[in-house]
């Protein structure tokens, strides 16, 4: 009866923070695909079919805790038209969340004539625009309650749609983006049994590659999320990568720290140790959240693994 009791109540609790930060992947920028987090980023190397899946799982310390898979695909279709999908499930206790993306994107190079180095990508602005359909559904047969009418327990599926918004940059190692995600199509619905809509979110990114010899360049950057429910959270981000072998494999490492902040102040949420490795076309990831909030140090820590692979663009006029 406790377990039930204490699933009953992991579950009301993601719900409320599902409604505060909207998708569950939107924080895993820097290991996983960043066209989940932005559209335009489907298909920006024309040369590659790219294809990601990640998996995560959180609050180790918690029975049933969260856990998120995502598979994605992307590449440039015709001209420098892209386009690209992914899939994603999460499972949260009784709670479960399972969707689609479809995205379009399109590259425009900045400097055609620029002659670049051997381990540096493309000067482009990009643009896209995509569409999230997902259904969250709660396993209401599985809870045990003193009143099966519960009011709470009433419609236990959602199916909710959604569109994105996004543009990037890339320009003489200097890098950003901004993203609007979460849009509602229609009048947007709540989470669960009216507890709170999902709120829209507007993601900013700046970074520049600072390059210290022909084998190592560090990445700093620095990202805003601001959501529509007035949350606010601040990332800075320090990437090092060391080459090796031909163009951009080698591992990366580096750190990413969290910051809330809202009316009452700051809080930091976590610090996540990252590392990543490119051998050939295969691409692998790790990062390690180390919770620095009250919930998080009880709740337990957090870890997410990616694994990808570059296939040759079939649409590429010179694929072979």
């Known amino acids: 009866m406790r377990r039930n009791l204490f699933t009953v109540i992991l579950v009301f609790v993601s719900v409320q923070l599902f409604s505060q930060e909207g998708m569950p992947f939107y924080n895993h920028y820097l290991v996983s695909d960043p066209y989940l987090i932005n559209p335009s980023y489907a298909g920006q190397d024309p040369e590659i079919l790219s294809l990601t899946a990640t998996h995560r799982n959180q609050w180790s310390n918690l029975p049933e805790s969260p856990n998120t898979q995502t598979l994605s695909v992307h590449?440039?279709?015709?001209?420098?038209?892209?386009?690209?999908?992914?899939?994603?499930?999460?499972?949260?206790?009784?709670?479960?969340?399972?969707?689609?993306?479809?995205?379009?994107?399109y590259h425009i190079p900045i400097n055609p004539r620029r002659e670049y180095?051997?381990?540096?990508?493309?000067?482009?602005?990009?643009?896209?625009?995509?569409?999230?359909?997902?259904?969250?559904?709660?396993?209401?047969?599985?809870?045990?309650?003193?009143?099966?009418?519960?009011?709470?327990?009433?419609?236990?599926?959602?199916?909710?749609?959604?569109?994105?918004?996004?543009?990037?940059?890339?320009?003489?190692?200097?890098?950003?983006?901004?993203?609007?995600?979460?849009i509602p199509l229609i009048d947007n619905e709540a989470v669960a049994n009216g507890v709170e809509p999902i709120p829209t979110w507007y993601n900013f990114l700046v970074g520049y590659q600072i390059y210290v010899s022909d084998k190592i360049h560090i990445d700093p950057s620095v990202v805003m999320n601001l959501g529509s429910n007035s949350?606010?959270?601040?990332?800075?981000?320090?990437?090092t990568h060391f080459s090796f072998g031909d163009f951009q494999q080698g591992v990366d490492l580096g750190v990413s720290y969290r910051q809330d902040i809202d009316k009452n102040g700051s809080q930091g949420l976590s610090i996540s140790p990252v590392m990543k490795l490119k051998i050939g076309e295969l691409k692998l990831g790790m990062s390690y959240d180390i919770g620095l909030s009250d919930i998080a140090k009880e709740a337990g820590n957090g870890i997410l693994f990616s694994l990808g692979y570059n296939f040759g663009n079939p649409f590429d006029p010179d694929f072979r």
Not at 80 to 87: I, M
Not at 133 to 144: G, S, T
Not at 231 to 239: I, P
């Open 117 to 182: 180095r051997d381990d540096e990508q493309e000067d482009l602005f990009s643009f896209g625009l995509s569409y999230n359909f997902f259904q969250q559904k709660l396993d209401k047969d599985r809870v045990i309650v003193n009143d099966p009418n519960d009011p709470l327990l009433d419609d236990p599926t959602y199916n909710l749609n959604y569109f994105n918004l996004g543009a990037s940059f890339r320009y003489f190692g200097a890098f950003g983006g901004v993203a609007v995600n979460n």
């Open 231 to 239: 949350a606010r959270k601040f990332d800075l981000n320090l990437m």
């Open 75 to 105: 590449a440039t279709v015709v001209d420098r038209l892209a386009f690209g999908v992914y899939l994603f499930n999460d499972q949260n206790g009784l709670s479960s969340l399972r969707g689609i993306n479809a995205s379009a994107a």
